[in-house]
């Protein structure tokens, strides 16, 4: 099932999400909305808060970053088939040096920033069956993994950009909370809670 998109502005966005157990209701049911609601916006990544779920779950799936020609053959060939979902995640270590790659997030639509994060990531988390394990990913994997793991910690992209290129967006941002922007998308939008 397609569930809306919750927009920039909704409190649920900036809670740290809850560690989850196995027994968590109707999980696979959520797992399996979340990736359908991801593919239906185009989206690489989708972390349970956005979906209104302030819990420890985010999914992602980078084939479509495979088709991008600037990539190195290799890195094409680990963004195929990408898919991963990660359940009470938790960062190690990020190493390296900081690069620049221009983020969008579904949360927040018509917004686009160079946000810069570490190449290298270290991530302890579980998939479905809730056995952990350590993972080191590094490119665009990692940067899909830690802007997700940022929703789970109630972190959006817009909070690691320059404060004048805040000031340029604030308009951008005040209309996505009151649900004045349109989105092929299904979304829900702080402002329009009450009414809807």
């Given amino acids: 099932m397609i569930l809306p998109i919750v927009g ?3 409190p649920v966005l900036r809670k740290v999400g809850t560690v989850i157990t196995p027994d968590y209701p109707n999980l696979k049911e959520t797992i399996a909305n979340m990736y359908e609601t991801m593919y239906n916006a185009y989206g690489v990544g989708l972390a349970a808060p956005q979906v209104g779920l302030p819990i420890r779950i985010f999914v992602i799936d980078t084939t ?3 088709d991008d020609d600037d990539l190195p053959a290799d890195e ?4 195929k088939g990408f898919k991963r979902t990660f359940i009470n995640a938790k960062i190690v270590k990020e190493e390296g040096e900081e690069w620049s790659f ?8 018509d917004v686009r920033e160079d946000v810069y994060r570490k190449p290298t990531v270290t991530i ?3 998939e479905e069956d809730f056995v952990m394990k350590t993972e080191v990913f590094d490119g665009l994997i990692a940067r899909v993994i830690q802007h997700e793991y940022d929703h789970i910690e109630g972190v959006l992209f817009t909070d690691k950009i320059s404060s004048l290129k805040k000031r340029l967006i604030q308009k951008k941002l005040k209309n996505i ?4 922007t349109f989105q092929e998308y299904r979304m829900k939008f702080a402002a329009a809670k009450k009414g809807r």
């Fill in 76 to 79: 094409q060939k680990d963004l």
């Fill in 64 to 66: 479509p970053f495979s």
């Fill in 102 to 109: 221009n983020e969008g997030c579904l949360s927040i639509p």
């Fill in 177 to 180: 909370t009151e649900g004045k």
């Fill in 124 to 126: 302890e988390y579980c």
């Fill in 8 to 10: 920039y502005g909704d």
